[in-house]
């Protein structure tokens, strides 16, 4: 069975930083893509980026941009969110996705059939 699994969120300044990793376990990633949702209280769930199996990462939402990054690590079966300059309007659970259907990047919850537990990111002072 395969499960994916969010860590690395937490309580950061405004101005901080945060790196979530997202890890496979059941199967590799390197065959697909992997999107990064966020969700905060209230509304609904956003996609923020998606990183391709090559590599090159696809925005979702404009706010981030030149602020988040995504990477991967295929061998070690980890994706990463960069995630720099945070600002209290990134607090949110962040969720990273995939997919056995289809492997390209999707901007739509309902493209994916896999996600993580989530984890929380806060930003305040």
């Known amino acids: 069975q395969w499960q994916l699994v969010e860590s690395g969120g937490g309580l950061v300044q405004p101005g901080g930083s945060l790196r979530l990793s997202c890890f496979a376990s059941g199967r590799s990633l390197d065959w697909t893509s992997i999107g990064w949702f966020r969700q905060a209280p209230g509304k609904e769930r956003e996609g923020v980026l998606c990183?391709?199996?090559?590599?090159?990462?696809?925005f979702f939402t404009d706010s981030v941009k030149g602020r988040f990054t995504a990477s991967r690590d295929d061998v070690g079966g980890t994706v990463y969110l960069r995630m720099n300059s945070l600002k209290p309007e990134d607090t949110a659970v962040y969720f990273c996705?995939?997919?056995?259907?289809?492997?390209?990047?999707?901007?739509?919850?309902?493209?994916?059939?896999?996600w993580g537990q989530g984890t929380q990111v806060t930003v305040s002072s």
């Open positions: 990183i391709s199996r090559s590599g090159v990462s696809s």
């Open positions: 996705a995939a997919s056995l259907r289809n492997s390209y990047c999707s901007i739509y919850v309902e493209d994916y059939e896999y």
